[in-house]
Protein backbone atom coordinates (compact mmCIF):
# COMPACT_ATOMS: atom_id res chain seq x y z
CA UNK A 1 0.00 0.00 0.00
CA UNK A 2 2.68 2.49 0.90
CA UNK A 3 4.48 1.82 -1.95
CA UNK A 4 1.74 2.69 -4.27
CA UNK A 5 1.19 5.83 -2.52
CA UNK A 6 4.94 6.80 -2.71
CA UNK A 7 5.75 7.93 0.74
CA UNK A 8 8.12 6.16 2.65
CA UNK A 9 8.47 3.36 -0.08
CA UNK A 10 12.59 3.19 0.03
CA UNK A 11 11.85 1.80 4.55
CA UNK A 12 11.17 -1.85 3.57
CA UNK A 13 13.95 -2.23 1.21
CA UNK A 14 15.88 -0.29 3.56
CA UNK A 15 15.08 -2.97 6.70
CA UNK A 16 15.30 -5.76 4.16
CA UNK A 17 19.26 -4.62 2.87
CA UNK A 18 19.98 -4.69 7.09
CA UNK A 19 18.44 -8.09 7.47
CA UNK A 20 20.65 -9.17 4.37
CA UNK A 21 23.73 -7.80 5.95
CA UNK A 22 22.49 -9.78 9.22
CA UNK A 23 22.19 -13.04 7.76
CA UNK A 24 24.83 -12.25 5.25
CA UNK A 25 27.73 -11.29 7.35
CA UNK A 26 28.73 -14.52 8.94
CA UNK A 27 28.33 -16.18 5.77
CA UNK A 28 31.08 -13.45 4.13
CA UNK A 29 33.27 -13.28 7.01
CA UNK A 30 33.45 -17.33 6.82
CA UNK A 31 33.99 -17.31 3.04
CA UNK A 32 36.81 -14.33 3.40
CA UNK A 33 38.80 -16.27 6.02
CA UNK A 34 38.50 -18.88 3.92
CA UNK A 35 40.95 -17.39 1.21
CA UNK A 36 43.46 -16.13 3.62
CA UNK A 37 46.23 -17.77 5.57
CA UNK A 38 45.91 -18.31 9.57
CA UNK A 39 48.46 -15.54 10.64
CA UNK A 40 46.42 -13.22 8.59
CA UNK A 41 43.59 -13.67 10.35
CA UNK A 42 45.05 -14.09 13.75
CA UNK A 43 46.47 -10.59 13.12
CA UNK A 44 44.57 -9.05 15.55
CA UNK A 45 42.76 -6.64 12.03
CA UNK A 46 41.63 -9.00 9.90
CA UNK A 47 40.50 -7.91 6.56
CA UNK A 48 37.16 -7.62 5.78
CA UNK A 49 38.26 -7.98 1.39
CA UNK A 50 39.04 -11.64 0.12
CA UNK A 51 42.46 -12.82 0.08
CA UNK A 52 45.00 -14.45 -2.00
CA UNK A 53 44.64 -18.14 -1.17
CA UNK A 54 41.18 -19.44 -2.46
CA UNK A 55 42.41 -21.74 -4.53
CA UNK A 56 45.48 -22.87 -1.97
CA UNK A 57 43.80 -23.39 0.49
CA UNK A 58 40.85 -25.07 -1.07
CA UNK A 59 42.68 -27.76 -2.59
CA UNK A 60 44.66 -28.18 0.51
CA UNK A 61 41.46 -28.77 2.79
CA UNK A 62 40.09 -31.09 -0.08
CA UNK A 63 42.87 -33.33 -0.61
CA UNK A 64 45.58 -33.09 2.23
CA UNK A 65 45.46 -35.58 5.09
CA UNK A 66 44.22 -33.35 8.27
CA UNK A 67 45.95 -34.68 11.46
CA UNK A 68 43.14 -33.70 13.42
CA UNK A 69 41.31 -36.36 11.42
CA UNK A 70 43.55 -39.10 11.06
CA UNK A 71 44.44 -38.31 7.97
CA UNK A 72 41.77 -38.53 6.27
CA UNK A 73 41.08 -35.34 3.67
CA UNK A 74 37.48 -33.55 3.60
CA UNK A 75 37.17 -34.59 0.15
CA UNK A 76 36.39 -38.22 1.94
CA UNK A 77 34.13 -36.65 4.62
CA UNK A 78 32.41 -34.95 1.97
CA UNK A 79 31.37 -38.27 0.04
CA UNK A 80 30.41 -39.45 3.16
CA UNK A 81 27.82 -36.67 3.87
CA UNK A 82 26.73 -37.02 0.43
CA UNK A 83 26.14 -40.63 1.03
CA UNK A 84 24.19 -40.53 4.03
CA UNK A 85 22.34 -37.31 2.67
CA UNK A 86 21.26 -39.48 -0.50
CA UNK A 87 19.97 -42.01 1.12
CA UNK A 88 18.30 -40.59 3.35
CA UNK A 89 16.35 -38.55 1.35
CA UNK A 90 15.99 -41.27 -1.36
CA UNK A 91 15.08 -43.86 1.20
CA UNK A 92 12.57 -42.25 3.11
CA UNK A 93 11.19 -41.27 -0.26
CA UNK A 94 10.78 -44.44 -1.50
CA UNK A 95 9.97 -46.38 1.97
CA UNK A 96 7.51 -43.47 2.38
CA UNK A 97 5.54 -43.75 -0.88
CA UNK A 98 5.45 -47.31 -0.69
CA UNK A 99 3.90 -47.37 2.52
CA UNK A 100 1.31 -43.86 2.12
CA UNK A 101 0.39 -45.73 -1.46
CA UNK A 102 -0.99 -49.27 0.51
CA UNK A 103 -2.30 -47.64 3.25
CA UNK A 104 -4.27 -44.69 0.86
CA UNK A 105 -5.19 -47.54 -2.45
CA UNK A 106 -5.95 -50.70 -0.39
CA UNK A 107 -7.78 -51.92 2.34
CA UNK A 108 -6.69 -54.70 4.53
CA UNK A 109 -6.60 -55.68 8.33
CA UNK A 110 -3.97 -53.58 9.99
CA UNK A 111 -4.46 -50.36 7.86
CA UNK A 112 -5.22 -48.14 10.75
CA UNK A 113 -2.45 -50.09 12.91
CA UNK A 114 0.19 -49.10 10.41
CA UNK A 115 -0.74 -45.76 9.86
CA UNK A 116 -0.82 -44.81 13.35
CA UNK A 117 2.38 -46.54 14.35
CA UNK A 118 3.81 -44.40 11.46
CA UNK A 119 2.69 -41.66 12.57
CA UNK A 120 3.65 -41.90 15.76
CA UNK A 121 7.31 -41.59 14.79
CA UNK A 122 6.84 -37.94 14.20
CA UNK A 123 6.85 -37.22 18.04
CA UNK A 124 10.26 -38.83 18.44
CA UNK A 125 12.40 -37.10 17.26
CA UNK A 126 16.27 -39.57 16.97
CA UNK A 127 18.28 -36.93 19.31
CA UNK A 128 15.27 -37.73 22.12
CA UNK A 129 15.82 -42.09 21.96
CA UNK A 130 19.58 -41.28 20.95
CA UNK A 131 21.23 -43.65 23.50
CA UNK A 132 18.98 -46.56 22.70
CA UNK A 133 19.12 -46.47 19.04
CA UNK A 134 22.72 -46.34 19.77
CA UNK A 135 22.55 -49.36 21.18
CA UNK A 136 20.45 -50.95 18.97
CA UNK A 137 22.23 -49.72 16.25
CA UNK A 138 24.87 -51.27 17.83
CA UNK A 139 23.42 -54.75 18.28
CA UNK A 140 23.40 -54.77 14.85
CA UNK A 141 26.73 -54.19 13.66
CA UNK A 142 26.11 -51.14 12.17
CA UNK A 143 28.54 -48.98 14.01
CA UNK A 144 31.13 -47.51 10.98
CA UNK A 145 28.80 -48.00 8.29
CA UNK A 146 27.03 -46.18 5.33
CA UNK A 147 24.03 -48.04 6.18
CA UNK A 148 24.59 -46.95 10.30
CA UNK A 149 24.58 -43.82 9.11
CA UNK A 150 21.23 -44.04 7.17
CA UNK A 151 18.86 -46.37 7.99
CA UNK A 152 17.81 -45.28 11.65
CA UNK A 153 16.92 -41.78 9.94
CA UNK A 154 14.97 -43.11 7.19
CA UNK A 155 11.67 -43.70 9.26
CA UNK A 156 9.50 -40.49 8.73
CA UNK A 157 6.53 -40.02 9.51
CA UNK A 158 6.37 -36.29 7.48
CA UNK A 159 6.83 -38.06 4.04
CA UNK A 160 4.18 -40.98 4.51
CA UNK A 161 1.37 -37.94 5.27
CA UNK A 162 3.05 -35.59 2.99
CA UNK A 163 2.06 -38.57 0.24
CA UNK A 164 -0.75 -39.44 1.74
CA UNK A 165 -1.91 -36.22 1.44
CA UNK A 166 -1.80 -35.83 -1.94
CA UNK A 167 -2.98 -39.56 -3.16
CA UNK A 168 -5.80 -38.88 -1.54
CA UNK A 169 -6.72 -35.93 -4.06
CA UNK A 170 -6.25 -38.55 -6.92
CA UNK A 171 -9.93 -38.47 -8.34
CA UNK A 172 -11.37 -41.87 -8.48
CA UNK A 173 -12.06 -42.05 -11.93
CA UNK A 174 -8.43 -42.41 -12.52
CA UNK A 175 -8.56 -45.81 -10.94
CA UNK A 176 -11.36 -46.67 -12.62
CA UNK A 177 -9.91 -46.33 -15.80
CA UNK A 178 -6.84 -47.95 -15.00
CA UNK A 179 -8.54 -50.94 -13.70
CA UNK A 180 -10.38 -50.75 -17.02
CA UNK A 181 -7.80 -50.84 -19.07
CA UNK A 182 -6.30 -53.61 -17.02
CA UNK A 183 -3.84 -52.08 -15.36
CA UNK A 184 -3.02 -53.41 -11.78
CA UNK A 185 -1.91 -51.78 -8.73
CA UNK A 186 1.79 -51.81 -9.66
CA UNK A 187 1.38 -50.33 -12.58
CA UNK A 188 -0.87 -47.60 -11.97
CA UNK A 189 1.58 -46.73 -9.34
CA UNK A 190 4.74 -46.64 -11.38
CA UNK A 191 3.15 -45.37 -14.82
CA UNK A 192 0.01 -42.90 -12.94
CA UNK A 193 0.93 -42.32 -9.72
CA UNK A 194 4.68 -41.46 -9.79
CA UNK A 195 4.49 -38.78 -12.79
CA UNK A 196 1.89 -37.43 -10.81
CA UNK A 197 4.15 -37.24 -7.73
CA UNK A 198 6.92 -35.43 -9.30
CA UNK A 199 6.47 -32.10 -7.57
CA UNK A 200 5.85 -33.30 -4.82
CA UNK A 201 9.10 -35.71 -5.04
CA UNK A 202 11.43 -32.49 -5.82
CA UNK A 203 9.79 -30.66 -3.04
CA UNK A 204 10.28 -33.41 -0.56
CA UNK A 205 13.90 -34.23 -2.57
CA UNK A 206 15.63 -30.94 -1.13
CA UNK A 207 14.04 -31.12 2.28
CA UNK A 208 15.39 -33.80 3.47
CA UNK A 209 18.47 -33.83 1.60
CA UNK A 210 19.54 -30.83 4.08
CA UNK A 211 18.66 -32.87 6.84
CA UNK A 212 20.30 -35.67 5.83
CA UNK A 213 23.34 -33.46 4.90
CA UNK A 214 22.88 -31.23 8.19
CA UNK A 215 22.78 -34.44 10.74
CA UNK A 216 24.87 -34.21 13.53
CA UNK A 217 24.35 -36.19 17.24
CA UNK A 218 23.57 -39.38 14.81
CA UNK A 219 26.78 -38.90 12.86
CA UNK A 220 29.25 -38.41 15.87
CA UNK A 221 27.72 -41.38 17.91
CA UNK A 222 27.54 -43.49 15.59
CA UNK A 223 31.18 -43.94 13.70
CA UNK A 224 34.39 -43.87 15.25
CA UNK A 225 36.88 -44.22 12.69
CA UNK A 226 37.61 -40.83 11.09
CA UNK A 227 37.57 -42.26 7.81
CA UNK A 228 33.77 -42.49 8.09
CA UNK A 229 32.73 -39.65 9.64
CA UNK A 230 30.77 -36.80 7.71
CA UNK A 231 32.46 -33.11 6.91
CA UNK A 232 29.64 -30.92 9.32
CA UNK A 233 31.10 -33.46 11.98
CA UNK A 234 34.80 -33.42 11.39
CA UNK A 235 34.69 -29.58 11.67
CA UNK A 236 33.93 -30.08 15.16
CA UNK A 237 37.24 -32.10 15.11
CA UNK A 238 39.42 -29.59 13.80
CA UNK A 239 38.92 -26.73 16.41
CA UNK A 240 41.73 -28.15 19.17
CA UNK A 241 41.49 -26.28 22.28
CA UNK A 242 44.99 -24.52 21.58
CA UNK A 243 46.21 -22.18 19.81
CA UNK A 244 46.61 -24.71 16.86
CA UNK A 245 43.56 -24.38 15.25
CA UNK A 246 44.27 -24.22 11.01
CA UNK A 247 41.20 -21.49 10.92
CA UNK A 248 41.80 -20.83 6.97
CA UNK A 249 41.07 -24.56 6.63
CA UNK A 250 38.05 -24.45 8.98
CA UNK A 251 36.51 -21.46 7.30
CA UNK A 252 37.17 -23.59 4.04
CA UNK A 253 35.37 -26.64 5.38
CA UNK A 254 32.86 -24.55 6.80
CA UNK A 255 31.91 -23.23 3.53
CA UNK A 256 32.28 -26.61 1.84
CA UNK A 257 30.25 -27.89 4.43
CA UNK A 258 27.35 -25.33 3.29
CA UNK A 259 27.62 -25.45 -0.50
CA UNK A 260 26.01 -28.62 -1.46
CA UNK A 261 22.54 -28.18 0.48
CA UNK A 262 22.47 -24.48 -0.91
CA UNK A 263 22.84 -25.31 -3.93
CA UNK A 264 20.51 -27.78 -3.30
CA UNK A 265 17.92 -25.26 -2.38
CA UNK A 266 18.71 -22.71 -4.76
CA UNK A 267 18.79 -24.69 -7.84
CA UNK A 268 15.10 -26.51 -6.36
CA UNK A 269 13.83 -23.26 -5.21
CA UNK A 270 10.67 -23.33 -6.91
CA UNK A 271 9.54 -26.77 -5.15
CA UNK A 272 10.90 -26.63 -1.97
CA UNK A 273 9.08 -23.34 -0.68
CA UNK A 274 5.77 -24.60 -1.87
CA UNK A 275 6.50 -28.13 -0.82
CA UNK A 276 8.18 -27.27 2.45
CA UNK A 277 5.30 -24.70 3.35
CA UNK A 278 2.97 -28.23 2.28
CA UNK A 279 4.68 -30.47 3.76
CA UNK A 280 4.55 -28.82 7.41
CA UNK A 281 0.72 -27.89 7.40
CA UNK B 1 -10.00 -41.32 5.65
CA UNK B 2 -10.00 -43.54 3.36
CA UNK B 3 -10.74 -43.54 -0.63
CA UNK B 4 -14.17 -45.09 -2.08
CA UNK B 5 -12.32 -46.66 -5.31
CA UNK B 6 -9.69 -48.74 -4.03
CA UNK B 7 -7.31 -52.63 -5.19
CA UNK B 8 -7.90 -55.46 -4.29
CA UNK B 9 -4.84 -57.37 -2.93
CA UNK B 10 -4.21 -59.70 0.16
CA UNK B 11 -0.32 -60.19 0.35
CA UNK B 12 0.44 -56.71 -1.61
CA UNK B 13 -0.19 -53.96 0.70
CA UNK B 14 1.82 -55.57 3.35
CA UNK B 15 4.76 -56.29 1.44
CA UNK B 16 3.98 -52.12 0.86
CA UNK B 17 4.50 -50.57 4.40
CA UNK B 18 6.97 -53.40 4.93
CA UNK B 19 9.73 -51.64 4.38
CA UNK B 20 8.83 -48.74 6.54
CA UNK B 21 6.79 -50.55 9.42
CA UNK B 22 10.24 -52.84 9.61
CA UNK B 23 12.22 -49.46 10.16
CA UNK B 24 9.93 -48.26 12.39
CA UNK B 25 9.68 -51.05 15.13
CA UNK B 26 13.61 -51.60 14.81
CA UNK B 27 14.77 -48.25 15.19
CA UNK B 28 11.79 -46.03 16.85
CA UNK B 29 9.44 -48.63 19.06
CA UNK B 30 12.57 -51.27 20.21
CA UNK B 31 14.72 -47.80 21.23
CA UNK B 32 11.75 -46.14 22.95
CA UNK B 33 10.74 -49.17 24.82
CA UNK B 34 14.42 -49.99 25.83
CA UNK B 35 14.71 -46.44 26.95
CA UNK B 36 11.44 -46.91 29.41
CA UNK B 37 12.95 -50.09 30.35
CA UNK B 38 16.44 -48.46 31.18
CA UNK B 39 15.01 -45.92 32.75
CA UNK B 40 13.35 -47.88 35.48
CA UNK B 41 16.72 -50.20 36.06
CA UNK B 42 20.25 -49.44 38.14
CA UNK B 43 23.21 -51.10 36.66
CA UNK B 44 25.98 -52.03 39.05
CA UNK B 45 29.23 -50.09 38.80
CA UNK B 46 30.89 -52.44 36.08
CA UNK B 47 27.29 -52.36 33.56
CA UNK B 48 27.25 -56.12 34.10
CA UNK B 49 23.58 -56.94 35.34
CA UNK B 50 20.46 -54.72 36.19
CA UNK B 51 18.11 -54.30 38.97
CA UNK B 52 14.57 -52.84 38.87
CA UNK B 53 14.25 -49.47 40.86
CA UNK B 54 10.62 -48.09 40.04
CA UNK B 55 11.35 -44.45 39.81
CA UNK B 56 14.32 -44.39 41.70
CA UNK B 57 16.03 -42.81 38.46
CA UNK B 58 13.36 -40.30 37.98
CA UNK B 59 13.41 -39.42 41.27
CA UNK B 60 17.26 -38.73 41.22
CA UNK B 61 17.39 -36.68 38.15
CA UNK B 62 14.47 -34.77 39.77
CA UNK B 63 16.69 -33.99 42.84
CA UNK B 64 19.84 -33.64 40.97
CA UNK B 65 20.39 -29.75 41.08
CA UNK B 66 22.66 -29.91 37.97
CA UNK B 67 19.12 -31.67 36.20
CA UNK B 68 17.32 -28.47 37.54
CA UNK B 69 19.18 -25.89 36.12
CA UNK B 70 20.01 -27.58 32.64
CA UNK B 71 16.23 -27.52 32.86
CA UNK B 72 16.11 -23.76 33.53
CA UNK B 73 19.02 -23.04 30.57
CA UNK B 74 17.05 -24.62 28.30
CA UNK B 75 13.72 -22.71 29.19
CA UNK B 76 15.63 -18.92 28.95
CA UNK B 77 17.75 -20.76 25.89
CA UNK B 78 14.63 -22.04 23.96
CA UNK B 79 12.26 -18.79 24.36
CA UNK B 80 14.94 -16.37 23.64
CA UNK B 81 15.79 -18.51 20.47
CA UNK B 82 12.00 -18.49 19.34
CA UNK B 83 11.62 -15.06 19.85
CA UNK B 84 14.99 -14.22 18.13
CA UNK B 85 13.90 -16.57 15.54
CA UNK B 86 10.37 -15.25 14.98
CA UNK B 87 10.35 -11.18 15.58
CA UNK B 88 12.85 -10.51 12.94
CA UNK B 89 11.62 -12.66 10.44
CA UNK B 90 8.24 -11.59 10.76
CA UNK B 91 9.54 -7.68 10.06
CA UNK B 92 11.34 -9.14 7.36
CA UNK B 93 8.52 -10.96 6.00
CA UNK B 94 6.38 -8.28 5.98
CA UNK B 95 8.61 -6.04 4.48
CA UNK B 96 9.46 -8.78 1.68
CA UNK B 97 5.32 -9.04 0.95
CA UNK B 98 5.18 -5.48 0.02
CA UNK B 99 8.13 -4.65 -1.86
CA UNK B 100 7.95 -5.33 -5.93
CA UNK B 101 11.27 -4.85 -6.93
CA UNK B 102 13.79 -7.37 -5.78
CA UNK B 103 11.21 -9.25 -4.23
CA UNK B 104 13.08 -12.62 -5.15
CA UNK B 105 16.61 -11.29 -4.99
CA UNK B 106 15.93 -10.68 -0.71
CA UNK B 107 14.23 -14.03 -0.74
CA UNK B 108 16.37 -15.93 -1.86
CA UNK B 109 18.86 -14.64 -0.16
CA UNK B 110 16.95 -14.98 3.77
CA UNK B 111 16.26 -18.66 2.73
CA UNK B 112 20.20 -19.47 2.63
CA UNK B 113 20.55 -19.94 6.34
CA UNK B 114 17.95 -22.60 6.26
CA UNK B 115 20.91 -24.67 4.32
CA UNK B 116 23.07 -24.46 6.83
CA UNK B 117 23.47 -27.25 9.56
CA UNK B 118 23.31 -26.04 13.38
CA UNK B 119 26.69 -26.99 13.99
CA UNK B 120 28.12 -24.79 11.31
CA UNK B 121 26.04 -22.29 12.33
CA UNK B 122 27.69 -22.57 15.51
CA UNK B 123 31.19 -22.29 13.69
CA UNK B 124 30.23 -19.39 11.59
CA UNK B 125 29.48 -16.94 14.80
CA UNK B 126 32.05 -18.51 16.67
CA UNK B 127 34.56 -17.28 14.29
CA UNK B 128 33.00 -13.82 14.61
CA UNK B 129 33.12 -13.95 18.43
CA UNK B 130 35.92 -16.44 19.29
CA UNK B 131 38.35 -14.19 21.75
CA UNK B 132 41.34 -12.78 20.09
CA UNK B 133 40.60 -13.69 16.75
CA UNK B 134 36.93 -13.18 15.33
CA UNK B 135 36.49 -9.52 13.95
CA UNK B 136 33.31 -8.94 16.00
CA UNK B 137 35.21 -10.13 19.61
CA UNK B 138 38.26 -7.72 18.38
CA UNK B 139 35.60 -5.17 18.24
CA UNK B 140 34.37 -5.32 21.56
CA UNK B 141 37.55 -5.54 22.79
CA UNK B 142 38.48 -2.58 21.29
CA UNK B 143 34.77 -0.58 22.67
CA UNK B 144 36.35 -1.62 25.91
CA UNK B 145 34.22 -4.66 26.42
CA UNK B 146 35.40 -7.50 28.15
CA UNK B 147 33.97 -10.57 26.01
CA UNK B 148 35.12 -13.65 26.36
CA UNK B 149 32.44 -16.45 26.29
CA UNK B 150 34.98 -19.25 27.40
CA UNK B 151 34.90 -17.92 30.77
CA UNK B 152 31.61 -15.76 30.88
CA UNK B 153 28.92 -18.04 30.95
CA UNK B 154 26.02 -15.08 30.07
CA UNK B 155 28.48 -14.15 27.31
CA UNK B 156 28.01 -17.93 25.75
CA UNK B 157 24.14 -18.80 26.46
CA UNK B 158 24.07 -15.14 24.13
CA UNK B 159 26.35 -16.19 21.45
CA UNK B 160 24.87 -19.95 21.00
CA UNK B 161 21.18 -18.53 20.93
CA UNK B 162 22.23 -15.84 18.44
CA UNK B 163 23.80 -18.51 16.25
CA UNK B 164 21.39 -21.06 16.44
CA UNK B 165 18.13 -18.42 16.25
CA UNK B 166 20.16 -17.13 12.99
CA UNK B 167 19.65 -20.50 11.36
CA UNK B 168 15.82 -20.89 12.05
CA UNK B 169 15.00 -17.35 11.27
CA UNK B 170 15.07 -18.32 7.17
CA UNK B 171 12.62 -21.11 7.90
CA UNK B 172 10.01 -18.80 9.85
CA UNK B 173 10.59 -16.08 7.32
CA UNK B 174 9.53 -18.20 4.65
CA UNK B 175 6.59 -19.58 6.40
CA UNK B 176 5.81 -15.89 7.58
CA UNK B 177 6.12 -14.97 3.70
CA UNK B 178 3.53 -17.76 2.71
CA UNK B 179 0.84 -16.81 5.33
CA UNK B 180 1.09 -13.54 4.60
CA UNK B 181 0.67 -13.89 0.47
CA UNK B 182 -1.95 -15.90 1.55
CA UNK B 183 -4.22 -12.91 2.92
CA UNK B 184 -6.71 -11.59 0.34
CA UNK B 185 -5.76 -8.56 -0.84
CA UNK B 186 -8.96 -7.11 -1.09
CA UNK B 187 -9.29 -7.28 2.86
CA UNK B 188 -6.92 -5.06 3.76
CA UNK B 189 -7.66 -2.64 0.45
CA UNK B 190 -11.48 -2.47 1.71
CA UNK B 191 -9.63 -1.51 5.10
CA UNK B 192 -7.43 0.80 3.39
CA UNK B 193 -10.97 2.16 2.19
CA UNK B 194 -12.16 2.63 5.24
CA UNK B 195 -9.60 4.64 6.87
CA UNK B 196 -7.60 2.10 8.69
CA UNK B 197 -3.40 3.06 8.70
CA UNK B 198 -1.00 0.66 7.84
CA UNK B 199 -0.05 -0.28 11.48
CA UNK B 200 -4.15 -0.63 12.54
CA UNK B 201 -4.36 -2.78 9.58
CA UNK B 202 -1.43 -4.84 10.56
CA UNK B 203 -3.04 -5.22 14.25
CA UNK B 204 -6.71 -5.95 13.25
CA UNK B 205 -6.07 -7.53 10.38
CA UNK B 206 -2.84 -9.24 8.99
CA UNK B 207 -1.96 -10.46 12.50
CA UNK B 208 -5.13 -12.35 13.28
CA UNK B 209 -4.89 -13.91 10.35
CA UNK B 210 -1.21 -14.95 10.44
CA UNK B 211 -2.27 -16.38 13.75
CA UNK B 212 -2.46 -20.33 13.07
CA UNK B 213 1.18 -19.19 11.22
CA UNK B 214 2.69 -18.05 14.25
CA UNK B 215 1.31 -21.05 16.74
CA UNK B 216 2.61 -23.37 14.21
CA UNK B 217 5.81 -21.58 14.54
CA UNK B 218 6.23 -21.62 17.71
CA UNK B 219 5.50 -25.21 17.97
CA UNK B 220 8.76 -25.79 15.42
CA UNK B 221 11.18 -23.20 16.88
CA UNK B 222 10.49 -24.53 20.48
CA UNK B 223 10.95 -28.44 19.30
CA UNK B 224 13.94 -27.04 17.04
CA UNK B 225 15.56 -25.39 20.34
CA UNK B 226 15.08 -28.42 22.58
CA UNK B 227 17.04 -30.88 20.17
CA UNK B 228 18.30 -29.98 16.72
CA UNK B 229 20.31 -27.36 18.50
CA UNK B 230 22.37 -29.76 19.87
CA UNK B 231 24.53 -29.47 17.38
CA UNK B 232 25.55 -25.28 17.86
CA UNK B 233 26.38 -26.46 21.59
CA UNK B 234 28.62 -29.13 20.97
CA UNK B 235 30.54 -26.98 18.67
CA UNK B 236 30.89 -23.71 20.39
CA UNK B 237 30.69 -24.23 23.67
CA UNK B 238 30.34 -28.22 24.98
CA UNK B 239 27.88 -27.32 27.69
CA UNK B 240 30.30 -24.33 29.12
CA UNK B 241 31.62 -23.02 30.43
CA UNK B 242 30.70 -24.62 33.83
CA UNK B 243 27.64 -25.90 32.52
CA UNK B 244 25.99 -22.40 31.50
CA UNK B 245 24.90 -23.70 27.97
CA UNK B 246 24.00 -27.31 29.19
CA UNK B 247 20.72 -27.72 27.52
CA UNK B 248 18.49 -31.12 28.27
CA UNK B 249 19.67 -33.24 25.20
CA UNK B 250 23.42 -32.12 25.58
CA UNK B 251 22.84 -33.28 29.09
CA UNK B 252 21.04 -36.49 27.67
CA UNK B 253 24.16 -37.23 25.81
CA UNK B 254 26.91 -35.98 28.15
CA UNK B 255 24.98 -38.14 30.90
CA UNK B 256 24.58 -41.08 28.44
CA UNK B 257 27.68 -41.31 26.25
CA UNK B 258 29.93 -39.61 28.23
CA UNK B 259 29.32 -40.31 31.49
CA UNK B 260 27.51 -43.92 30.71
CA UNK B 261 24.90 -43.36 33.35
CA UNK B 262 22.59 -45.50 31.13
CA UNK B 263 20.15 -45.32 33.67
CA UNK B 264 19.91 -41.62 34.46
CA UNK B 265 20.31 -40.97 30.63
CA UNK B 266 17.14 -42.78 29.96
CA UNK B 267 14.90 -41.37 32.69
CA UNK B 268 15.93 -38.12 30.98
CA UNK B 269 15.13 -39.66 27.62
CA UNK B 270 11.48 -40.23 28.72
CA UNK B 271 10.99 -36.75 30.28
CA UNK B 272 12.12 -35.53 26.94
CA UNK B 273 9.66 -37.41 25.18
CA UNK B 274 6.68 -36.81 27.36
CA UNK B 275 7.66 -33.29 26.51
CA UNK B 276 7.66 -33.93 22.73
CA UNK B 277 4.67 -35.49 22.81
CA UNK B 278 2.93 -32.89 24.60
CA UNK B 279 3.99 -29.86 22.02
CA UNK B 280 3.04 -32.36 19.16
CA UNK B 281 -0.49 -32.94 20.81
CA UNK B 282 -1.11 -29.26 21.48
CA UNK B 283 -0.31 -28.79 18.07
CA UNK B 284 -2.76 -31.36 16.80
CA UNK B 285 -5.26 -30.49 18.94
CA UNK B 286 -4.67 -26.55 17.61
CA UNK B 287 -4.65 -27.30 14.08
CA UNK B 288 -7.66 -29.13 14.20
CA UNK B 289 -9.36 -26.40 15.74
CA UNK B 290 -8.14 -24.59 12.60
CA UNK B 291 -9.62 -26.89 10.17
CA UNK B 292 -13.39 -26.48 11.46
CA UNK B 293 -13.58 -22.71 11.17
Known amino acids: ?281 | MQRRVVFDGKLLPYLLVAPQLAVTLVFFFWPAAEAVYFSTQRQDAFGLSTVFVGFENFAAVFADPGYLHSFQVTAIFSVAVTLLAMLPALLLAVMADRVVRFASVYKTALMLPYAVAPAIAGVLWLFLFAPGIGIVANALKWLGIDWNYLLNGNQALLLVIVAAAWKQLSYNFLFFLAGLQAIPKSLLEAASIDGAGGFLRFRTIVLPLLSPTTFFLFVVDVVYAFFETFGVIHAVTGGGPSKATEILIYKVYYDGVVGLDLGGSSAQSVVLMIIVIALTAVQFRYVERRVHY
Open chain 1, 1 to 281: MESRSGHLSWLPHLILVLGLALVGFPIYVTFVGSTMTTPEILSGHMSLIPGGHFVENYLAALTQGMPQLSGVPVARLMLNSLIMALSIALGKMLISFLSAYAIVFFRFPGRMVCFWMIFLTLMLPVEVRIVPTFQVTANLGLIDTYGGLAIPLIASATATLLFRQFFLTIPDELIEAARLDGAGPLRFLWDVLLPLSRTNLAALFVILFVYGWNQYLWPLLVTNTASMTTLVVGIKSMLTVDANTPWHLVMAMAILAMAPPAAVVLLMQRWFVKGLVDAEK
